[in-house]
């Protein structure tokens, strides 16, 4: 079965950039969504179809998409964007999450 | 504006049900298919079922089938998810949420309900 790779953790300092990567079997071939997650509150989407921005994502959130990876890209990371991002993919009618990446800004 | 607001959540017994609901408000209702998502305490997110607009497609995670039952009711503007023979790992935040748009897997799920904690414990 398809499975969605995350590194658990991801450190950055603020103002710096943030890479978060995803990775799956010829994933390229899939539309990937993320999804950020903080505590206590109900996750929320940065990045739908690869790369677009839903209105009110601010435009350092990127995403790119290709071969076996999946990348979001946070520019200029502040300490807001500090919690859990999720990659997410359609997969044979069922809907796959990554394990998640804690991003800390520190 | 869109709104999901889940109800129903709380402490059962292993082997217990529960019955989950989901008030949806602000768009079409039945235009848009909606799925039902999860997280265990410490876990990461996790889907457990989803319903077309039309109920004529519904699918379930591996977990919870012939467990779950959703349904939704287009009159109401309501999505429902039904527990049956509960197990401690079905402990976790239970989460409804709506596409982004519709006719698309690939717009993601832009509006979540803000949850409800379903507990399954003896």
């Known amino acids: 079965s398809f499975e969605l790779i995350q590194p658990p953790s991801v450190s950055v300092s603020p103002g710096q950039t943030a890479t978060l990567n995803c990775s799956g079997n010829?994933?390229?071939?899939?539309?990937v969504c993320w999804y950020q997650h903080k505590s206590g509150q109900s996750p929320v989407l940065v990045i739908y179809q690869d790369s677009k921005r839903p209105f009110g994502i601010p435009e350092r959130f990127s995403g790119s998409n290709s071969g076996n990876t999946a990348t979001l890209t946070i520019s200029g990371t502040q300490s807001l964007d500090d919690g859990d991002y999720y990659c997410q993919v359609w997969d044979s009618s069922t809907v796959l999450f990554g394990g998640g990446t804690k991003l800390t800004v520190l | 504006q869109v709104q999901l607001v889940e109800s129903g959540g709380g402490l059962v017994k292993p082997g217990g049900s529960l019955r989950l609901s989901c008030a949806a408000s602000?768009?079409?209702?039945?235009?848009?298919?909606l799925i039902w998502i999860r997280q265990a305490p410490g876990k990461g997110l996790e889907w457990v079922s989803y319903?077309?607009?039309?109920?004529?497609?519904?699918n379930y995670a591996e977990s919870v089938k012939g467990r779950f039952t959703v349904s939704r009711d287009n009159a109401k503007t309501s999505l429902y998810l039904q527990m049956n023979s509960l197990r401690a790992e079905d402990t976790a935040m239970y989460y409804c949420?709506?596409?982004?748009?519709?006719?698309?897997?690939?717009?993601?799920?832009?509006?979540w309900g803000q949850g409800t904690m379903v507990t399954v414990s003896s």
């Open positions: 010829k994933l390229g071939e899939k539309y």
């Open positions: 602000g768009f079409s209702f039945s235009d848009f298919y």
């Open positions: 319903i077309y607009g039309s109920d004529t497609t519904i």
């Open positions: 949420a709506r596409p982004r748009c519709t006719g698309s897997y690939s717009c993601g799920f832009e509006n």
